[in-house]
């Protein structure tokens, strides 16, 4: 027998008669060219049973069809300035409509300005005036406390300076004491032969 594809094809859907098919099987065993081929080809046929069969579309659509077009929303969202213009005319909708409705608070008669001037400067007043007491009086207690401070210091440093002119006098009268005693002895040695 002769290696024909052919034969593999048939063989392999079954066209073939029973002594047809028993020559091809042992073709099969002794080429291995035409057994690799038919291999390839059961795993095709394996392969495109597997698929699941579908009905092939009646036309085919192009680019330009308008079944491939996005809807106008999906346009709408996918592009980003055309969303940011939609959201801020919603939001200008929106402000426009809560100032046509909402109720306008109407206002029966002016303020008295000159009340509520006087209600301002009596809170002022009464506010203030407690305020600059306890800052005047805790400003008097710290110029006290510092006057009090100061005065000590003095008064530190005139004792301390008035023992050391004590100790200086009596170092310098002892001194002249001793002086003086030097020159009354010398005088009496000097009297005496």
């Not at 009905?55 to 330009?64: A, D, K, M």
């Not at 006057?147 to 170092?171: C, G, S, Y």
């Amino acid at each position: 027998m002769t290696c024909s594809p052919n034969d593999l094809k048939d063989f392999l859907f079954g066209e073939l008669t029973g002594a047809q098919s028993r020559e091809l099987e042992q073709h099969l065993q002794g080429c291995s060219e035409c057994r690799e081929e038919f291999e390839r080809l059961q795993l095709t046929h394996t392969a495109l049973h597997s698929l699941r069969e579908e009905e092939p579309p009646r036309r085919i659509g192009f680019v330009s069809d308008q079944v491939f077009e996005p809807r106008w929303w999906s346009r709408l969202w996918q592009s980003g300035p055309r969303l940011g213009f939609a959201s801020a005319a919603m939001l200008a909708a929106a402000i426009l409509i809560h100032g046509f409705a909402r109720p306008v608070a109407v206002v029966s008669h002016p303020p008295d300005t000159a009340a509520i001037e006087a209600r301002i400067g009596a809170e002022v007043a009464r506010r203030i005036e407690p305020a600059v007491r306890a800052a005047v009086a805790e400003s008097e207690a710290r110029q006290a406390r510092k006057t009090e401070e100061l005065v000590t210091a003095t008064r530190k440093d005139f004792e301390l300076q008035r023992d050391a002119d004590h100790v200086a006098i009596a170092e310098t009268l002892t001194l002249l004491q001793k002086k003086y005693m030097v020159q009354v002895a010398s005088a009496d040695w000097g009297t005496h032969p």
